[in-house]
């Protein structure tokens, strides 16, 4: 009896050294691992933004997505400070872009690849006007900047990469001599044509013959507004053979409507047209651009009567009321 108690203690000290050993063996591990980490060269890179003469309002930060372009690499996407951080990237050639991420109207869509993310805005809706379901909203202030050739090795200490975006979005103004103008309650205007979408892999815009959105009023004797975009498009299955038109609803003071349609090709055409797809930085466009039509360029809005405006129920003349008596209501 004596020896089998022996032994089953004997038994209990082997397992439980068995159990101590084994379960310091993670931690070990862990220790030997983090040391090889700590000893394994930095990968990544440090971004540096400069902003001077892009913008006077520095947006909130940016998103910065790499693209592998080989095996080696995977893609990082992460969102830095607007001056820039690091941003820690596996060794390889990557392609990238950068972006700011605060903007209300541009979305930012096809991300998946440097081949296809591509920044558009929506579509017109809570105006409650039905001339404006089919068109698009101009694009908010948006910055941007494609590298299409990184590399990151491995290094003791992460390279600095320093780099500029540029504003991509352009506001355009225009006012249109109009004759009639009292006979004018308001105007819904859109422009076709232009690039209602940035292809940001290929730094171009995009025209997709959607409508864009114009802001419109009336002037002194002109019908006068503006839109965004962005800019003269470089891609679209027919770029020589696009016409930019500025089109007009005009809502007469009657109710009814007349449409104007002015074209503005040649004058929206920028003065150096021939940059291909991705060069955008040798001639970038000024943030605003007055659109200048020929002197002769003018809308006559048809003449319709003016409704009284007294509308119905009883006139306001009173002259002829006799003279005033006080009358007492029975109460109840």
């Known amino acids: 009896m004596v020896d089998n108690e022996e032994e089953r203690k004997n038994m209990k000290r082997a397992r439980y050294l068995f159990l101590v050993l084994f379960s310091s063996l ?15 060269p930095v990968t990544g890179i440090n971004i540096s933004l400069n902003w001077e003469g892009v913008t006077d309002h520095l947006p909130e930060g940016v998103r910065v997505i790499f693209y592998p372009k080989d095996d080696q690499g995977r893609k990082i996407d992460t969102y830095l400070p607007v001056k820039g951080g690091e941003v820690k990237v596996p060794p390889g050639h990557y392609s990238a872009v950068i972006y700011n991420y ?30 404006t379901e089919n068109m698009v909203w101009g694009p908010d202030a948006f910055y941007m900047l494609s590298l299409n050739d990184v590399e990151v090795g491995k290094e003791n200490e992460l390279p600095m990469l320093k780099v500029k975006l540029k504003a991509v979005v352009t506001t355009y103004t225009f006012a249109i001599k109009t004759e009639g103008l009292k006979n004018v309650a308001s105007v819904i205007g859109s422009v076709s044509g232009m690039a209602e979408c940035y292809h940001l892999g290929k730094d171009a815009g995009v025209c997709r013959f959607a409508p864009i959105y114009c802001e419109t009023g009336k002037g002194d004797g002109v019908i006068k507004g503006s839109f965004t975009c962005f800019g003269h498009p470089k891609l679209t299955q027919a770029r020589a053979d696009i016409a930019r038109f500025l089109e007009l609803i005009i809502v007469r003071v009657d109710g009814s409507k007349q449409e104007a349609k002015v074209e503005i090709t040649e004058a929206v055409r920028p003065p150096d047209d021939g940059d291909e797809p991705g060069e955008g930085d040798h001639n ?6 007055e659109i200048k039509l020929p002197e002769d360029e003018k809308i006559v809005v048809d003449d319709v009567e003016v409704p009284p405006s007294g509308g119905g129920g009883i006139g306001g003349n009173v002259d002829n009321w006799e003279n005033e008596e006080d009358v007492i209501l029975p109460v109840n």
């Open 102 to 131: 605060d903007t209300e109207v541009v979305q930012v869509k096809d991300e998946g690849s440097y081949e296809t993310i591509m920044a558009c805005t929506g579509n017109c809706t809570g105006l409650g006007i039905s001339e």
């Open 26 to 40: 993670p931690v070990m591990w862990g220790c030997s691992r983090r040391t090889l980490l700590d000893d394994y």
């Open 284 to 289: 970038p466009q000024p943030p605003e651009i």
